[in-house]
């Protein structure tokens, strides 16, 4: 490539991520920045990423969300977006370092939960966010305070089975011996314990 296309390719990128950050209409946008960079959308979503990233890390989730709702416009069949959102907002956003509040912590957790779910339906790896939805579901039953989920531990253990089995549904090789042990640790807690 020479100078002057690779000069203004790059004069496309940032005229784009720039605009892409809500300074243009959100129904035109993307539309607009696929059809403008075709295969290059791909490479586009992911310096888009890296800019969510440090929005994240940065604490800005507004801006955050924005260049993560545009990243995935970009390219919505990107599994490692979907699942870098999810588990920003599962994980990070709702651990108890950051949101001491029992019930916003839930918010957080059902956010990240839905952004997956959102995701496997476009992904190209749907089973990897399905193992990840369960995964994060695992992880908050283990806390040494997890947050008031309807049905409490036992539930969420519950819930991370469903979503290991729905993984190996859609092929992921460790879903069905992680939808076992999660059905494991669920009966562990719902069952009376023994007469004395």
């Known amino acids: 490539m020479s100078s002057r296309a690779a000069a203004a390719l790059g004069l496309v990128l940032v005229a784009l991520s720039a605009g892409l950050d809500g300074r243009l209409p959100r129904e035109r946008s993307p539309a607009l920045a ?3 960079l075709g295969p290059l959308a791909h490479t586009a979503a992911r310096l888009q990423w890296v800019r969510a990233r440090s929005a994240m890390v940065a604490g800005r989730t507004d801006l955050a969300l924005a260049r993560a709702a545009t990243a995935l416009e970009l390219d919505p069949g990107d ?44 992904a190209r790896a749907p089973g990897e966010l399905a193992l990840e939805r369960g995964l994060m579901l695992a992880q908050v039953a283990e806390e040494d305070a997890p947050p008031p989920w309807p049905g409490g531990v036992a539930a969420l253990w519950d819930e991370a089975a469903r979503a290991f089995a729905r993984a190996a549904e859609l092929g992921h090789p460790e879903g ?12 562990v807690l719902v069952e009376p314990p023994p007469p004395r």
């Open 34 to 36: 696929v059809r403008l």
């Open 79 to 122: 599994t490692a977006g979907w699942s870098m959102l999810a588990w920003h907002l599962a994980m990070e956003r709702g651990s108890i370092q950051r949101e001491p509040a029992p019930a916003r912590r839930v918010v957080w957790l059902r956010a990240g939960l839905e952004t997956s779910l959102r995701g496997e339906a476009v």
């Open 176 to 187: 069905a011996a992680l939808a076992e042990a999660a059905r494991a640790q669920a009966a």
